[in-house]
């Protein structure tokens, strides 16, 4: 083996080749290193004398299934100008690492395809020393990021188990990428945050978020320049669980009048968009024929399909009018239920509204990315490294779907 090709094969420049040895199915490359090329790693000076070596082992890149290994006496040296003595910085290997650079990249560019177990199985290598690589990169580009140009940003929480319990994740919209993860869920969940964001100056113009009081709060005291914005898929969603719970009630009063369950088999129909109804399947005579048996969840059912309408206007001015005209119906309605949920969209009526302002700004890539996170922490069994799984998280706006990086 010539030096040249220490360059070329294992990125290591500025060392000579020594000897090549096989043991145990392994191959050994002795290298050294050009003591009058030797500086002080302190003040850079070339005037230097030995103290002595150490040797290492470095994990290089592998020949075939052959694992290499590059083994380097590391010079010791003492500086006649500023008299310190240390060791020199080995080139081609991060300090403290025991693997050269061009491992670690055939490493990462591994881990894009496939899973820690089945990079540490074909390196034959342990599986912390991938998942440390890993992480050790993902600490580079993801522990910090840059907050200055955000202007538009999504809050939202997911549950993770009882382990983990709630995560809070914020997303920047412009890039779809995740910018933070909190421990917990509400106001106390962001408190790093808003210092980080704070310190970055970032002039936040819009925020989605849910109706939360929590999040809310949090918002109006750390952006109180910022606009709200309600998210109409949680109000939907919101309105279906109020729904789902009404139908409950209303079947338990039909029992116990007529003794046979009327409304019993419906939920989903009811939660269902109409143009899904499935005529094969005779869904939709189902339903009608629910709703014909009871007035005020036919009042309900309806008035959640008049409520998905208010999205669908053309502008601001339509939607307003639309809102206002739900509201006043739910308002003047004989269920309860609607006259509870109709001052709690007034309540938060301009909200609501500024999905107008903001060319239609949800919590909707948040939601998919809250979905890409339960799939990345059922492939990976859990994690018990939590630091790690929340770089992952913030990684993820890079991973395909596959997520077996």
């Known amino acids: 083996m010539s030096t040249s ?69 590391v010079q010791r040296i003492e500086c006649t100008k500023c008299q310190v003595v240390r060791q020199v910085k080995v080139q081609f290997a991060d300090e403290h690492k025991r693997y050269t650079r061009t491992f670690e990249r055939l490493v990462l560019d591994l881990s894009k395809y496939m899973t820690i177990k089945a990079v540490s199985h074909h390196l034959g290598v342990s599986w912390d020393l991938i998942k440390g690589i890993q992480k050790s990169n993902l600490n580079k580009r993801y ?92 109000i939907i969603k919101l309105f279906n669980e109020k729904l789902t719970k009404l139908r409950r009630d209303l079947q338990q009063e039909a029992e116990k009048g007529l003794g046979k369950p009327v409304l019993k088999g419906i939920r989903w129909l009811l939660l269902k968009n109409p143009d899904n109804l499935d005529d094969a399947r005779d869904e939709r005579q189902r339903l009608d024929e629910a709703l014909k048996l009871n007035e005020p969840l036919a009042t309900t059912y309806y008035m959640k399909e008049e409520l998905r309408n208010i999205w669908h206007q053309p502008d601001k001015a339509s939607a ?16 309860n239920m609607l006259k509870q949920f109709s001052k709690t969209l007034a309540a938060h009526r301009s909200g609501i509204l500024a999905y107008f302002d903001f060319d239609g700004l949800s919590t909707g890539p948040l939601e998919g990315t809250n979905n890409k996170i339960k799939t990345l922490h059922k492939m990976a069994y859990g994690f018990r490294d939590i630091e790690f799984f929340k770089l992952k998280i913030m990684a993820l706006h890079e991973t395909k779907y596959v997520l077996v990086g």
């Open 320 to 335: 307003q009018k639309a809102l206002d005209e739900w509201v006043k119906k739910a308002a003047t309605s004989n269920v």
């Open 143 to 234: 522990r910090l990021p840059k907050l200055a140009k955000i202007k538009r940003i999504a809050i939202d929480e997911i549950y993770q188990g009882k382990k983990l319990g709630y995560l809070t994740i914020v997303m920047d919209l412009q890039r779809g990428a995740v910018i933070f993860v909190g421990d917990g869920k509400g106001g106390d969940a962001l408190i790093p945050f808003w210092k980080r964001l704070k310190r970055s100056g970032a002039q936040i113009e819009a925020v989605a978020t849910d109706m939360g009081p929590a999040y809310i709060s949090a918002v109006r005291a750390n952006l109180p320049e910022a606009t709200l914005v309600f998210d109409h898929f949680h």
């Open 5 to 73: 090709l220490l360059y070329h094969a294992f990125g290591i420049i500025g060392y000579f080749y020594q000897s090549t040895s096989y043991i145990a199915g392994a191959v050994i490359v002795a290298i050294q290193d050009d003591f009058w090329r030797l500086r002080c790693p302190v003040c850079r000076s070339r005037k230097v004398r030995s103290r002595g070596k150490q040797l290492r082992r470095f994990r290089a890149l592998p020949i075939g299934r052959k694992a290499v290994y590059i083994d380097l006496a």
